[in-house]
Every structure is written in structure tokens, then in C-alpha cells.
T-cell receptor
Framework: DAKTTQPTSMDCAEGRAANLPCNHS???????VYWYRQIHSQGPQYIIH???NNETNEMASLIITEDRKSSTLILPHATLRDTAVYYC????????????FGTGTRLTIIP | DVKVTQSSRYLVKRTGEKVFLECVQD?????MFWYRQDPGLGLRLIYF???????EKGDIPEGYSVSREKKERFSLILESASTNQTSMYLC?????????????FGPGTRLTVL
């Protein structure tokens, strides 16, 4: 699976959009981009995934660049409950169920 | 509501003890996983299982074994606990065959080995 690079930490004001970047320059054609988050003292929680088109669900939006070498997770109206560590993971599809977690980005929402 | 449960939230054991960590999922998922999480190292995969009685080594299997006798239950075994196995242990499960197949995690077991 391709390696990802994320900033160690970020702050965002409550009510503003939080934009979390991820670089995955060695991504290959059959690899999806997944995002998870982990709130303190809980297990990780799935947020969203995508291949090459932008995706949106009730939690977030995922923007993937045309060359697929980077992506951005957007939390449109951040709340204090969004304070967590966010993990960007690249993973092949069929035949590989594993997820390789890096150290992620610690997002702090500021009141 | 989907659920992955782990037998204990907190566990304290002594060096050399045999330790069992249990994980149960109620979603009829084929795949189950054991991770450990340490500060600065993120989550690291210990073992995973695609089916009953099947197991595969993850990235850090040394010092651990697993058992999957029933589809819903996946046990992690520390044959002889050591202090460097003090960690947060997370279990997860996922379904096979769909592209999304996100992993659902349990709340974790914080194990301290004295």
C-alpha cells in the first residue's frame, strides 16, 4: 500500500471549515483513499473513502486531485466534537483487507 | 447498531502471565483484526483473520498468537506477557466483497504489564 504524509497537528475555529491535507504521491491505480478519525479514548471511526471522484457524505467531503497524488478531507462546519486524530490511508481494493495507519493529524477545534 | 465489543477496557497483568484479549462482533463480518496503538507509532496490525480458523500475520506478530474458532469471536493471546506489550489493543471487523468495506473498531483494551 502507498505511503501517506499528513501534518502532525492543525487547529480550526469552531464553525469554520476544517481542511485536512494528505499527500500520497506513490498511489497506484487500484488504490482507494480512506479517512478515519479517532476521538480520545475511542476506537477509530470510518469517515469516507474515494478513488478519483470527489465524494461527500453526512460527515465530510473528500477532494482528490486529478493526478490522485493528494487529497483533502473537509469538515464543513467544525464542532468541538470533531477534535480528534484524523488518519489518511491508501489501500488497494480486492485481495487486500488490511489498513495501514500512520500517525495522522491531530485536529483541535478552538471554541 | 453495529457493534464490536472487547472483553475489558482496562487490564493489569504481571510479566510472564498468559493473557487473553477477547473481541466479539455482531455484524456477521468475515474479517477481524487486532491492532496495538502506542504514542508516536500510530496503529500497528498484529494479526488478522479472513475466516473461521484462518489467520495471517500482520506487521508485528512476534509475541502474540490468535484464535478464531467462531465467526463472531477473535481472541488475541499473549503467551508470556512482557512489559513492552503494555499498550492499547484495538479489535476491528469488516465485511468482504464490497469496495468500501470499512473497518468497525471496538473501544480498545488498555493493557498494563508490570
Amino acid at each position: 500500500d502507498a505511503k501517506t504524509t499528513q501534518p502532525t497537528s492543525m487547529d480550526c475555529a469552531e464553525g469554520r471549515a476544517a481542511n485536512l491535507p494528505c499527500n500520497h504521491s506513490t498511489i497506484s491505480g487500484n488504490e482507494y483513499v480512506y479517512w478515519y478519525r479517532q476521538i480520545h479514548s475511542q476506537g477509530p471511526q470510518y469517515i469516507i473513502h474515494g478513488l478519483k471522484n470527489n465524494e461527500t457524505n453526512e460527515m465530510a467531503s473528500l477532494i482528490i486531485t486529478e493526478d490522485r497524488k493528494s487529497s483533502t478531507l473537509i469538515l464543513p462546519h467544525a464542532t468541538l466534537r470533531d477534535t480528534a486524530v484524523y488518519y489518511c490511508i491508501v489501500r488497494a481494493t480486492f485481495g487486500n483487507e488490511k489498513l495501514t495507519f500512520g500517525t495522522g493529524t491531530r485536529l483541535t477545534i478552538i471554541p | 447498531d453495529v457493534k464490536v465489543t472487547q472483553s475489558s477496557r482496562y487490564l493489569v497483568k504481571r510479566t510472564g502471565e498468559k493473557v487473553f484479549l477477547e473481541c466479539v462482533q455482531d455484524m456477521d463480518h468475515e474479517n477481524m483484526f487486532w491492532y496495538r496503538q502506542d504514542p508516536g507509532l500510530g496503529l500497528r496490525l498484529i494479526y488478522f483473520s479472513y475466516d473461521v480458523k484462518m489467520k495471517e500475520k500482520g506487521d508485528i506478530p512476534e509475541g502474540y498468537s490468535v484464535s478464531r474458532e467462531k465467526k463472531e469471536r477473535f481472541s488475541l493471546i499473549l503467551e508470556s506477557a512482557s512489559t513492552n506489550q503494555t499498550s492499547m489493543y484495538l479489535c476491528a471487523s469488516s465485511n468482504s466483497g464490497s469496495v468500501g468495506n470499512e473497518q468497525f473498531f471496538g473501544p480498545g483494551t488498555r493493557l498494563t504489564v508490570l
